[in-house]
C-alpha cells in the first residue's frame, strides 16, 4: 500500500477545510435575498486586499445615520479589509455639489475633519449646503481651508474623480444608498421590513458575511502546483 506524503496530505486538508468555509459562506447567504452577483465584476483598486465600496450621499439621510455605524465597523476592519467610499450625484444638482465636496475635502485635507460634521449640518442643523459658495463658507467657519477648498472644487481633478464615481455606480448598477459592494462581485442586500436602523446594520452584517465568502472563496481557489527539478 503507498504511503501518503505529509505535505500533500497537508495540503489536501487545508483544501477540504476551505471548500468547506466556501460552501457554509453561500449557505449562510441566499442570492437575491443577501446580495446580487455582479456581472460582469468590476476591477478593485486594492490588489491583495479584499476591497469593500460604500456608495453614498451627503445629502442623503439613510447615509448620515449610516455614518457612524460604518465608522465603527471601519475602525475593526481586519488587515485583509479596505474600504473606499464614493459619493454619488443621481443626476440631481445638489448631489453632484456633494460630490464635488467630497472630493475637494480629500484634496485640501480636510476630508476627516469635516466628513462627519458635514452630514450634522446638513441633516441636524438643516443647513443649506448645497452650492459652492455657502459649502467653501461652512468649510471656513468649521476648521477647514476655505480657500484651497474653492480651488479645489472647480480643479479638473476633482472634476474628473466625480466623473469617474457616476460611471463606478452606473457599472455597480448602483440605484440607492448606502449601498455596499464587496470585491467588485457582490452587492450586499438586506431586508428594509424592520425599519431603518436594522437595515442598516443588517447591511454591514450582509457585508462581513460576504468578505468572508470572498476570503473562502480565495482560499479554495487552485494554487499554481511549483515544477518540480
Not at 441566499?30 to 490588489?47: H, I, Y
Request: aromatic share 8%.
Amino acid at each position: 500500500m503507498p504511503t501518503s506524503h505529509p505535505a500533500l496530505t497537508r495540503a489536501l486538508c487545508a483544501l477540504a477545510a476551505a471548500l468547506l468555509l466556501n460552501c457554509a459562506a453561500a449557505q449562510a447567504q441566499q442570492e437575491g435575498k443577501d446580495f446580487r452577483k455582479l456581472t460582469p465584476p468590476q476591477p478593485t483598486a486594492s490588489p491583495g486586499k479584499i476591497e469593500v465600496i460604500e456608495f453614498f450621499s451627503y445629502g442623503c439621510p439613510h447615509c448620515a445615520h449610516f455614518y457612524p455605524l460604518l465608522e465603527a465597523w471601519r475602525a475593526k476592519l481586519p488587515k485583509d479589509v479596505v474600504l473606499r467610499r464614493v459619493p454619488v450625484g443621481f443626476n440631481n444638482s445638489a448631489w453632484i455639489n456633494l460630490q464635488r465636496t467630497y472630493y475637494a475635502l480629500d484634496s485640501a485635507g480636510d476630508l476627516a475633519r469635516l466628513d462627519g460634521a458635514l452630514f450634522h449640518a446638513i441633516h441636524e442643523q438643516h443647513l443649506q449646503l448645497f452650492d459652492e459658495e455657502s459649502l467653501a463658507d461652512w468649510v471656513g467657519k468649521n476648521g477647514g481651508n476655505a480657500g484651497k477648498f474653492a480651488k479645489d472644487y472647480t480643479d479638473f481633478g476633482v472634476n474628473n474623480q466625480t466623473v469617474q464615481a457616476d460611471e463606478m455606480a452606473e457599472k455597480f448598477q448602483i440605484e440607492s444608498v448606502p449601498s455596499m459592494a464587496v470585491n467588485g462581485e457582490y452587492v450586499a442586500m438586506a431586508d428594509p421590513s424592520p425599519g431603518e436602523m436594522p437595515y442598516l446594520n443588517g447591511l454591514l452584517a450582509s457585508t462581513d458575511k460576504l468578505i468572508a465568502k470572498v476570503r473562502a472563496e480565495r482560499a479554495a481557489a487552485p494554487k499554481p502546483v511549483a515544477k518540480s527539478r
